[in-house]
């Protein structure tokens, strides 16, 4: 009974759908030409996801021990502090998580 | 556009140097520049340009994603720690148990890279196991 129900059913969307297509028949001339895609020349910049930001933020901050990274909508805060040229190797291992943001709010050793 | 602008060098750098699958995209006042350098040298240079535009890191408006392209199966990569023992793992994650290590500068032989961030690598002793990408350079 239940299947018999479902396949009415369905055989009632089908014959709507096919309904709705008839209709659009009458002026079906224009709309063909208009799908033509444009193709977007830049995508739009991939950010990961907070879990998967943690993770890596947490693998990437773990030799610098005075560091403490937050990561919250994307965006990685960075406190506390760091020598100075041992920075732009930790910046090198964020940016790689692909993140919204870096916000550098260490101190300098 | 303005951000393009300032770090112009930059992009200038990583065109001159054949940066393959370059893309700079500025999105809410942050430039995003992803590629991948045909080199470690080539990589370097453009976050040389990148230090000598923000000297201190502090804009927060640069996010530079450029991998090196010539790291495959096989390569040697040295071990670039500040000084201390490069850890290999069992698997890709400071989760994952320790296995073995790699001393600094010691030069290891890549066996995959199949995570970005972490690369299975051997040592000549023939420790194997997942190590810090960040922390291998390649030999060219």
């Known amino acids: ?109 | 556009m303005a951000l393009q602008d300032k770090y112009a060098e930059l992009i200038n750098a990583a065109k001159s140097s054949s940066v393959s699958n370059l893309q700079v995209r500025e999105q809410n006042n942050v430039l995003y520049v992803d590629g991948v350098a045909p080199n470690g040298a080539a990589k370097n240079e453009m976050w040389a340009i990148y230090e000598k535009i923000d000297p201190d890191f502090r804009a927060n408006d640069l996010v530079m994603n450029v991998t090196v392209a010539n790291m495959q199966a096989g390569q040697q990569a040295k071990v670039t720690t500040a000084s201390s023992n490069l850890n290999i793992r069992k698997g890709p994650g400071t989760d994952q148990p320790i296995v073995g290590k790699a001393a600094h500068g010691e030069i290891v032989t890549l066996v995959s890279k199949s995570d970005d961030q972490w690369w299975q690598i051997k040592t000549k002793d023939g420790e194997e196991g997942y190590s810090y990408a960040q922390y291998l350079s390649p030999l060219t």
Do not use: H
Not at chain 1, 7 to 24: H, M, P, V
Not at chain 1, 68 to 80: E, F, H, K, M, S
Not at chain 1, 89 to 104: F, G, H, T
């Open chain 1, 1 to 109: 009974m239940k299947n018999f129900l479902w396949i009415f059913g369905t055989a009632l969307l089908l014959a709507g759908g096919y309904s709705c297509k008839g209709k659009k028949d009458s002026n079906a001339t224009d709309t063909t030409t208009t799908t033509t895609t444009t193709t977007a020349p830049t995508a739009p910049v991939e950010i990961s996801g907070d879990e998967q930001l943690r993770k890596g933020v947490a693998d990437a901050t773990k030799d610098y021990p005075g560091v403490t990274a937050t990561v919250n909508d994307g965006v990685i805060t960075l406190t506390g502090s760091i020598e100075k040229d041992r920075y732009m190797n930790l910046k090198q291992s964020l940016d790689a998580l692909r993140p919204k943001q870096v916000v550098n709010n260490l101190n300098y050793k």
